[in-house]
Every structure is written in structure tokens, then in C-alpha cells.
């Protein structure tokens, strides 16, 4: 079974989850509301709010997701099943970390493109403004995800129950992605945010496969 085959697997199991339905649904709702709530002298548009929504509530619940997948499969002994066929270990961790990370960056995109409609028709601000607000910012969630991402996989495999790995997602992967987000606002460009990203994310994933290729399941 290869990789194609278990990414294409997972993104069926996670596309039509309640969680990505919100994302989906929820999220370019969310900004509506709170650009309606905060109309009055609102100076961010709402494309570029969205997405430091998406950023922030997305990444922990992408996170969430990859964890509860993984513990859960744990916990059933699935993972047993595939150790007699010839599947690498690391193929099954990075399908579920593509899988969900193309869900959430799919929502995002959603999400931020809802908001840019409703800054078009506001016209309330020049739209080359916003177009590079919203292009700044989709650079920033997409890296702060792959973070977020690669760390709930990493929690899934070294947390010893459920519980224990909600609470290292949501004070753990939240604090890593936010020191993604606070670089990238200091550096400024584009280019190596996305870079500082890949590389704590690619990290991340690296040790996940190590410590996943040495349990014992």
C-alpha cells in the first residue's frame, strides 16, 4: 500500500468529519459575524482577520484531529494490521499529516476568500491593500499550520493517553506555531516565513517517524 493510496484514504476519512465541516461552514461565518460585530471603526480588513482566525482555531483543531486519529488508531491496534503488509511506518504518519493539513489549507482558502468578497463589496478600503494583506497573511497561516500539523502528529505518537494529548496540542502546538507567526512578523518577507515552516515542520515530522519507527505496537 503506498503513500498515494493511504493519503487518499485518510483525506476521505477526514474531508467529511463534523471538524472540517466547521472549518468549511464555520469559519467564513465567524468572520462575517465579526465583521458585522465590529463594523464601527474597524480598520483591518476582513479577509485578513479571517485569516489570523483560520491561523489560530484551525491549527488547533487540525492538530486535535491528527492526535485523536492517531491515539485512537493506537488504542484499536490498526496500526498492528499493517506491520504483516509492506507499508513503511512513515508513510502512514506522513498520509495523515498531508491529508489533514490540505483539509485545513482548502478551509483556509475558503475561508479568506469569503472575507475578500465582503472587502470588495464594502469598498471601503482600496482592494491593493487588501489583496496584500490577505496575501501576507495566507503566507503566515499556511506556515503556522504545517507547524501545528506536524506537531499533533509528533503528540499523537508520544502522548500516553487522549487527555494528555489534547492538553500538549493545545498548550503545546499552539506555542510553536505562535512563535512561527511572531519570526514571520519580524522578518517580513514572505519567501522565509514560509521557509521557517517547512523547516520546524519537516523537523517535527522527522522526529515523529523516529520515535514511530522504534514503538513498539
Not at 499493517?82 to 475558503?110: E, Q
Not at 518577507?189 to 519507527?213: H, K, P, Q
Request: hydrophobic share 60%; net charge neutral; with cysteine.
Amino acid at each position: 500500500m503506498s503513500l498515494p493510496l493511504l493519503f487518499v484514504d485518510e483525506l476521505r476519512g477526514f474531508y467529511k468529519s463534523k471538524v472540517m465541516l466547521f472549518l468549511w461552514v464555520g469559519m467564513p461565518v465567524l468572520g462575517l459575524l465579526v465583521h458585522l460585530l465590529a463594523q464601527s471603526g474597524q480598520e483591518m480588513p476582513v479577509s485578513v482577520l479571517t485569516a489570523i482566525l483560520v491561523s489560530t482555531i484551525s491549527g488547533t483543531l487540525a492538530s486535535a484531529m491528527l492526535v485523536v486519529s492517531i491515539l485512537n488508531e493506537r488504542e484499536r491496534h490498526v496500526f498492528d494490521l499493517f506491520v504483516v503488509r509492506p507499508v513503511k511506518r512513515r508513510d502512514l504518519l506522513l498520509a495523515k499529516f498531508f491529508a489533514v493539513y490540505l483539509c485545513v489549507v482548502t478551509a483556509a482558502m475558503i475561508a479568506v476568500g469569503v472575507g475578500a468578497a465582503i472587502d470588495y463589496l464594502d469598498a471601503s478600503m482600496p482592494m491593493d491593500v487588501v489583496l496584500k494583506g490577505v496575501a501576507e497573511s495566507l503566507v503566515m497561516s499556511f506556515a503556522m499550520l504545517a507547524v501545528t500539523a506536524s506537531a499533533g502528529v509528533l503528540i499523537g505518537i508520544a502522548a500516553p493517553s487522549m487527555l494528555v494529548g489534547v492538553i500538549l496540542v493545545i498548550y503545546g502546538g499552539n506555542q510553536m506555531s505562535g512563535v512561527v507567526g511572531i519570526l514571520g512578523f519580524y522578518i517580513g518577507n514572505d519567501a522565509l516565513t514560509i521557509g521557517l515552516g517547512v523547516v520546524i515542520a519537516v523537523m517535527l515530522l522527522a522526529v515523529s517517524i523516529r520515535v514511530f519507527d522504534r514503538k513498539q505496537l
